[in-house]
């Protein structure tokens, strides 16, 4: 593992809003006298007209190792942690071949505003206890040799011990996971998410909850984190609670890919 220290970077990720501009015209302007030309006639306005015109931030990209504060406001500060290459290339090649023979995936139906639909990726769920999410809930699969492995090395390079873990295989490019977040109550308050991807890569984008209920999600920050095989992104703090993500589906061809997520949650009483 490597020891040397990670890279922090700091500071407001917020792009600059567009300055108003203030247009004032005198109202003691008097139209060109003895004249019918239109290109000489004068507009007045009176007043001061103010136009905002609001601007998104420009979309961000991690791909260095390190560790980004991304934002910060009352639910405190909410941080990534990217690791590019935490499993070498000769290991990944042999898990990735043995975590897609012996998971049980399954294909489920998951409820989105109101209706039943086929989740476009398989998934199976580890751990202690049941996980409900979208109107599903999962029942436990005890862990195996390789992923008690996999656990107890993110753990120790943490620092964060998980109970729990949600896998995932997309087995193409139009298999996917929409705009959400992990804030079920049974994950507790700014929880710590570890996700360990195998197979080919795929972009993890995150994008910053509006402020104000009903503002347009277009004018936030966006952040891309490009994941590929033997890459760990931690997400903690308040990463839950102020920022959505996704893995979108995408316009060229994609091989199989295996998304390992550690997480902690408590039976909800």
């Not at 008097?30 to 905002?52: C, H, I, L, M, R």
């Not at 290459?85 to 975590?99: H, I, K, P, R």
């Not at 033997?230 to 893995?247: P, T, Y």
Request: net charge neutral; with cysteine; charged share 25%.
């Amino acid at each position: 593992m490597d020891k040397r220290r990670k890279k922090r970077i700091q500071g407001s990720w917020a792009g600059k809003m567009a300055k108003p501009s203030n247009k004032t015209a005198t109202s003691q302007e008097e139209q060109a006298s003895g004249s019918n030309d239109p290109s000489e006639k004068k507009f007045v306005f009176q007043g001061n007209v103010v136009n905002t015109i609001r601007q998104a931030p420009p979309v961000k990209t991690l791909t260095e190792r390190g560790t980004y504060e991304i934002s910060t406001g009352p639910s405190g500060l909410a941080i990534i942690d990217l690791y590019p290459s935490f499993l070498d290339g000769d290991e990944t090649e042999w898990m990735f071949e043995q975590l897609q023979a012996e998971i049980p995936w399954e294909e489920k139906d998951i409820k989105i505003k109101g209706e039943f639909h086929k989740q476009p990726r398989l998934t199976a769920w580890f751990g202690e206890f049941p996980y409900t999410y979208s109107g599903l809930t999962l029942r436990p699969f005890q862990w195996s040799p390789i992923l008690n492995i996999l656990r107890e090395k993110i753990a120790k390079a943490t620092g964060e011990t998980f109970n729990s873990m949600l896998a995932n295989l997309y087995r193409h490019n139009k298999d996917s996971v929409d705009w959400h977040a992990d804030d079920e109550p049974s994950l507790g308050v700014n929880p710590t998410i570890a996700s360990l991807s195998f197979g080919d890569s795929r972009v993890f984008e995150l994008r910053k909850n509006p402020l104000n209920e009903g503002d347009d999600y277009s004018l936030m920050q966006h952040i891309k984190v490009p994941l590929n095989c033997g890459s760990l992104l931690v997400m903690r703090g308040s990463v839950q609670e102020d920022w959505q993500h996704r893995v979108p589906k995408e316009y060229h061809d994609r091989g199989p890919r295996i998304n390992l997520t550690f997480r902690n949650i408590s039976p909800v009483k």
